[in-house]
Structures are given as structure tokens and as C-alpha cells.
């Protein structure tokens, strides 16, 4: 009699023992589950965070300066962070600029595939006369719209945005 009661005292303590291993691998499997979704959720804030420096301008008018900012930002990602965003400038009319010395005219810029080199962009018509603050050739006067902004559909981040000029009219309200 004392050997069987021996055996279910074992029995006993071992059933306890498995209890308890059960209830301890539940609780860190739930505190691990917890972190992992709190580490999801900061990441979600942060592409949040980084994506409204550039839905901030869909669909809204700003001028050349503001989008030459958005240019040197990206570039900035791309150095800093290795986060390559394209930017693609549309103008109405040919648009001249000089990298490295060099004279083109596009109809648009498209910033991407060599973005280094587009921070040697003289955002200035070469033909500009540098007194008149007036004069219309200079990107940093003219009047765009941002008219897309795409994102990465792996990474979430804003990866495109786009700019077209518009005519600049002072007496409409354009946003």
C-alpha cells in the first residue's frame, strides 16, 4: 500500500510539473506575440511617418523651390538610408539645365535611375537674367501640381511622386 501511494504522490508531482511547463510556455508565447505586434505596430507609425513628407503634396500646387526641397530630400534618403524614391518632373514648355557642364532641354526630369548625378542640376534656364526676380524661367518660380504619389506595394514607403506645371494664375486660388 505504501508503494502504490508512493506512485500516485509521483504521478501527482508529475502532472503538476507538465501543468505548470504548459502554463509558462503559454504565457511566453503570448508576452512574445505582444512584443512582435507592438514592434509591427511602431513600424507601421514609421513608414506612416516617412510617407506623409510626401502625401502631404498629392494633389496640391507648390512652387519650383518646394519641389527642388522634395529632390534634395530624396536624394538625401537615398544617401543616408538607401531609400531610392523617384521624382518626375513634367513642364510645359522645353525645359533647358546643365549637369556637369553639359546644356540638355527636356520636356521632363526623371529622377532616379541616376540621381548622383542630378545633384549637379543647375535649376536655372541657362538663358535666365539673374537681376529680374521676375522671370518666370527659373524652376524655383514656376507653379506645379503634384499629381501622383506611389508606393512600394512590399515595403509600403512612398517610392514615386509626381509634378506637373501648371500655369501660374494670380488672381484663382489654386489649393
Known amino acids: ?3 502504490a501511494s508512493r506512485a500516485l504522490i509521483m504521478t501527482g508531482g508529475v502532472l ?15 508576452v512574445g ?9 511602431e513600424e507601421a507609425e514609421q513608414i ?3 510617407n506623409k513628407a510626401y502625401t ?4 496640391k500646387y507648390v512652387y519650383g523651390t518646394e519641389v527642388i ?3 534634395n530630400k ?21 525645359y533647358e539645365y546643365q549637369i556637369k557642364n553639359k546644356k540638355y532641354t527636356t520636356k521632363s526630369i526623371n529622377l532616379k535611375n541616376e540621381s ?8 536655372t534656364r541657362n538663358n535666365t537674367n539673374l537681376n529680374n526676380e521676375n522671370d518666370s524661367s527659373d524652376i524655383k518660380n514656376r507653379a506645379f501640381k503634384c499629381t501622383k504619389v506611389g508606393q512600394d506595394s512590399t515595403t509600403g514607403k512612398v517610392n514615386y511622386i509626381e509634378f506637373q506645371e501648371k500655369r501660374y494664375n494670380q488672381s484663382s486660388s489654386n489649393q
Open 1 to 3: 500500500m505504501e508503494n
Open 56 to 59: 502631404k503634396y498629392d494633389g
Open 74 to 94: 530624396t536624394l538625401d534618403y537615398k544617401e543616408k538610408q538607401g531609400i531610392e524614391i523617384e521624382v518626375k518632373i513634367s513642364f510645359l514648355d522645353p
Open 69 to 71: 526641397t522634395i529632390i
Open 116 to 123: 548622383d548625378v542630378y545633384t549637379f542640376i543647375d535649376f
Open 48 to 50: 506612416e511617418e516617412f
Open 16 to 30: 503538476i510539473a507538465v501543468i505548470i511547463l504548459t502554463v509558462l510556455i503559454k504565457t511566453y508565447s503570448s
Open 33 to 41: 506575440n505582444f512584443q512582435r505586434q507592438q514592434m509591427s505596430q
